[in-house]
């Protein structure tokens, strides 16, 4: 079965600093996804990144990138120049072709002013 | 708005009873999901439809059920309801077991339930 293990529970940093948000998954399976979705205050479910596994390129979306290290299975998040409006819940989430997400329990951050 | 619509957005019932969430996926998706999320913890997969038919099973409970109806919206009924089934409720939906892959899910807003 797959996993997905968030290590961190909460985090918090100084607005504009960087952070890393760590994950790590299990998987006996070579073509998965990863994402990473992000649920402010207001319980929204919002993707932020993802990550085809047979690509070695990491992928950014502006000040979101990830590092995935495929043999090691970790897919962690750099925000970068952090925002207050950062300020929410981090799902690492996986997911096997034509199958079901399934998501870490999650990293809470709070971006402090 | 994500084009995916969940409602009511709070519901508060007694134990024992049975409610009823609705979904309506975004416009051109086939594929609806369900999952429940209690306080503070992550999402736990429930179910899936695809155009019609039940795809996948989570650890879904024997008191839930749930049908996806020919205009492709998604009912979760919920009976015998017990205090911990209060949770916020998400519904997602996707083009394709295949898109959904790709470009992952698009989420409702949620159903707060509280079962009192």
């Known amino acids: 079965a797959q996993t997905v293990t968030q290590s961190q529970p909460e985090m918090s940093v100084q607005e504009a600093e960087t952070v890393t948000l760590s994950c790590t998954y299990d998987t006996s399976e070579n073509n998965y996804y990863l994402f990473w979705y992000k649920q402010p205050p207001s319980r929204q479910m919002i993707l932020v990144i993802r990550q085809e596994a047979y690509k070695q390129q990491n992928a950014t979306e502006n000040r979101f990138s990830v590092n995935f290290q495929k043999a090691a299975k970790s897919f962690s998040l750099k925000i970068s120049d952090s925002q207050l409006g950062d300020t929410a819940m981090y799902f690492c989430?996986?997911?096997?072709?034509?199958?079901?997400?399934?998501f870490g329990k999650g990293t809470r951050l709070h971006i402090l002013p | 708005d994500s084009g995916v619509t969940q409602t009511p957005k709070h519901l508060i019932t007694a134990t024992g009873q049975r409610v009823t969430l609705r979904c309506s996926p975004r416009s051109g998706d086939l594929s609806v999901y369900w999952y429940q999320q209690s306080l503070d913890q992550g999402l736990q997969f429930l179910i899936q439809y695809y155009n019609g038919e039940e795809r996948a099973k989570g650890n879904i409970l024997e008191r839930f059920s749930a049908q996806q109806f020919p205009d492709l919206h998604s009912e979760l009924n919920l009976s015998s309801l017990e205090l911990g089934d209060s949770a916020l409720y998400f519904c997602?939906?996707?083009?394709?077991?295949?898109?959904?892959?790709?470009?992952?899910?698009?989420f409702g807003s949620g159903t707060r339930l509280t079962v009192v």
């Open positions: 989430a996986f997911m096997i072709v034509k199958d079901k997400i399934i």
């Open positions: 997602a939906s996707s083009v394709g077991r295949a898109q959904g892959t790709i470009y992952g899910y698009t």
